[in-house]
């Protein structure tokens, strides 16, 4: 919108831009030039045939697009935007496309007229934008965005924190600069406190600048992570190097070997924070033709260049080149008026927060070769997510066979490098808790003979005092005395507790309710929780989830799940589609589930007591669901093994009735795994639980 509300260049000379991630910010925030190749797609020619479609003369034809422009200058805000709207369109750059159709559909012409191309002043103005070129390729995906949020390396990381330390206060600056020279110079300013003069076009120009290098470095440092995360994911690069970042040059080139063992070529355009991309020729940064553009330019200049050029057209014939969009984030972690340009004030501090990368999709026709490290179903056949049931589960309650727990050593694993054993390919929609807040439930609900009161979290059942344990080596409850005075394996003691509690919460069990509770143990505390499944809506509510459990939950939601019947057959469901689920490997809710609801009531109450929590803390907690309803492969009182959610959700938190990592329905899952009954892990042969 124009300074006067009517559709044009904002005042700060912004505009919204659509990031990977699904949110909206200003462009501005990093005045990122919009092509960085030094194009706009707003000043190539168009062909005039268009403008013959509507049998004007040219005199004529001009003069009513004239009007039309006076008219978006001058007409009320809603007026001019309504008419802005019908005939026009801004990408995230702030340029001015038409509609499609704007040549042959009379219902887009004014007046009779085929619309003029647009050009936005830094005065907020539209000017007829003689000869411009709309877009004929528009860029797609491969996949779903990335976002990689790992610390840049320390060499790096400095620069990049004072680069986006600086951007809002120089964002400022621009506005108050575009302001000033305009006569509305800001009385408080920093800049002229001293009996300086007020800013004016200049000093606005520099600013715009200063912007523009600020995006364009945290662009490049982006790039830079980017690569280093490729090298430590195990792509090998030889020392290989083009000039990047100019006019009909890509941002970035590698090449080199992937993962497994393929000859690759990395490309990549870098963007800083709030970019959009840009054009080139009429075709949109991504496009199977912009990047043919580029190679093509490549060519021209010759020499080795021209070898380069020839290289990367052969590989992207055989799809083994890889184009990426690499975007830097950057986070507030605070507010400081140092950089604010107005006197009194304070401007967002905001630091690096690493950067989303999505994979442009080089032949819309085809599939094109993938990281095998983002795509771990490489070998596997392809399938469309489908939340489907399989073979009549239900997709909002247990099925008859609850799993849970993970593999020997697999807590070890940090978890944004756990991969979960039925997980194939990246989800098309990952668990993202980075924009949820997080916010303490509150003490711990009191003991209910029927169960937790309120079924979205967990009750306390008992605090064990300590003239009632023994302790380990490592401080931890070996052993509990019990009602009849004598010291029990605390393994024992819980399992038999937990069975009591299935038994007595089972007759208050609606039928919509889950077929689960569960108790959980802390074994340095004592404290001893319960949770119920309750109905299909009792989930614990996200901004409670504990910080542990959220990164098991982001582990678990960065992937899909095929269910297979064999190793190369998925299973199907009736309408015989294919079953892959996004984000989890069983039917139900992850936050609905007894056990996760009893040990999210245990951490948070062991960290009111102390410091925040680590991992180490999972490790010293235990958790024994049973069934509360009688059924097939089920029975009240017996053991219920983790199901594959919680197997994740509850990764690092051993289990006395075990785990599964596999929905029902697929093949593997009859693999019960990870029975731990604090002297080691007993197998299946060994284990008597249902």
């Not at 904002?10 to 030039?33: C, E, K, L, M, Y």
């Not at 496309?97 to 040549?103: E, F, P």
């Not at 009240?636 to 990764?651: F, H, I, K, T, Y």
């Amino acid at each position: 919108m124009g300074p006067d509300g009517r559709p044009g260049w904002p005042p700060n000379g912004g505009w919204d831009t659509h990031h990977p991630d699904g949110t909206r910010t200003p462009a501005s925030n990093d005045g990122f030039h919009p092509t960085r190749d030094g194009e706009d797609a707003g000043q190539q020619p168009d062909g005039s045939e268009a403008s013959r479609k509507d049998g004007l003369s040219e005199e004529d034809r001009r003069q009513r697009q004239e009007a039309l422009v006076d008219e978006l200058n001058s007409l009320p805000r809603d007026k001019a935007q309504a008419i802005f709207d019908r005939y026009y369109r801004q990408d995230s750059n702030g340029v001015v496309y038409r509609r499609d159709g704007y040549a042959n559909d009379p219902n887009l012409w004014h007046q009779g007229a085929t619309v003029p191309p647009l050009r936005l002043g830094s005065d907020g103005r539209f000017s007829i934008n003689e000869g411009q070129r709309e877009l004929t390729a528009r860029a797609d995906y491969v996949g779903e965005p990335r976002r990689q949020s790992g610390p840049l390396p320390q060499e790096w990381a400095q620069t990049a924190d004072d680069l986006a330390r600086g951007r809002p206060g120089i964002q400022q600056s621009t506005m108050e600069a575009a302001e000033s020279a305009k006569g509305n110079p800001d009385p408080n300013s920093r800049w002229t406190e001293s009996g300086g003069q007020p800013l004016d076009d200049i000093d606005r120009s520099g600013f715009n600048h200063a912007r523009s290098v600020t995006g364009e470095a945290l662009g490049d440092l982006a790039q830079t992570h980017f690569f280093s995360e490729l090298e430590q994911r195990g792509y090998r690069f030889d020392d290989e190097r083009i000039a990047t970042g100019n006019a009909g040059h890509f941002d970035g080139f590698r090449r080199g070997i992937d993962p497994d063992g393929n000859s690759v070529y990395v490309v990549t355009e870098a963007k800083g924070p709030s970019a959009g991309l840009g054009a080139r020729q009429g075709f949109e940064q991504g496009t199977p033709e912009y990047f043919k553009s580029v190679l093509d330019a490549m060519d021209k200049r010759g020499g080795h260049e021209a070898v380069i050029a020839r290289e990367l057209s052969d590989a992207l014939g055989d799809g083994r080149v890889e184009y990426h969009l690499v975007q830097a984030n950057v986070e507030p972690v605070g507010t400081n008026s140092t950089d604010a340009p107005s006197s009194g004030t304070s401007v967002p501090h905001e630091r690096y927060s690493g950067y989303t990368e999505k994979q442009f999709d080089l032949n819309p026709d085809r599939p094109l070769h993938e990281p095998p490290s983002s795509r771990p179903d490489a070998d596997g056949p392809e399938a469309p997510p489908e939340n489907a049931e399989a073979r009549g589960g239900a997709p909002d309650e247990d099925t008859g066979t609850a799993e849970h727990e993970q593999r020997d050593g697999a807590e070890a694993q940090e978890p944004s490098d756990y991969k979960p054993p039925a997980a194939e390919g990246p989800a098309a929609h990952p668990v993202d808790f980075s924009h949820t807040p997080l916010e303490d439930p509150g003490a711990t609900p009191d003991f209910s003979e029927s169960g937790p009161s309120d079924r979205t979290r967990g009750s306390a059942v008992e605090s064990l005092p300590e003239d009632r344990v023994k302790r380990n080596d490592n401080g931890l409850i070996a052993e509990v005395k019990d009602a009849e005075g004598n010291f029990v394996p605390i393994h024992d003691y819980v399992q038999q507790l937990s069975q009591e509690r299935a038994e007595a919460i089972a007759p208050g069990t609606h039928k919509k309710e889950g077929p689960c509770s569960a108790v959980a143990i802390d074994l340095q505390t004592g404290l001893i929780t319960e949770g119920v499944n309750g109905r299909p809506n009792d989930v614990l509510k996200p901004e409670n989830v504990h910080p542990l459990l959220r990164e098991n939950l982001e582990s678990l939601g960065q992937w899909q799940y095929p269910v297979r019947e064999s190793e190369t057959t998925l299973a199907t469901n009736h309408d015989g589609e294919a079953v892959v689920l996004d984000g989890q490997p069983h039917f139900d809710k992850p936050l609905r589930h007894a056990e996760v609801k009893a040990v999210n009531e245990l951490l948070w109450a062991r960290e009111r007591s102390g410091d925040p929590l680590t991992r180490e803390a999972l490790e010293q907690l235990r958790i024994d669901p049973r069934w509360v309803r009688d059924g097939r492969n089920m029975a009240v009182g017996q053991e219920a093994p983790a199901c594959a959610n919680c197997d994740s959700v509850l990764r690092g938190v051993p289990s006395y009735t075990g785990r599964f990592s596999y929905n029902p329905f697929d093949y593997r899952y009859p693999d019960k795994h990870s029975v731990e009954n604090d002297n080691g892990l007993r197998r299946d042969s060994e284990d008597s639980g249902g």
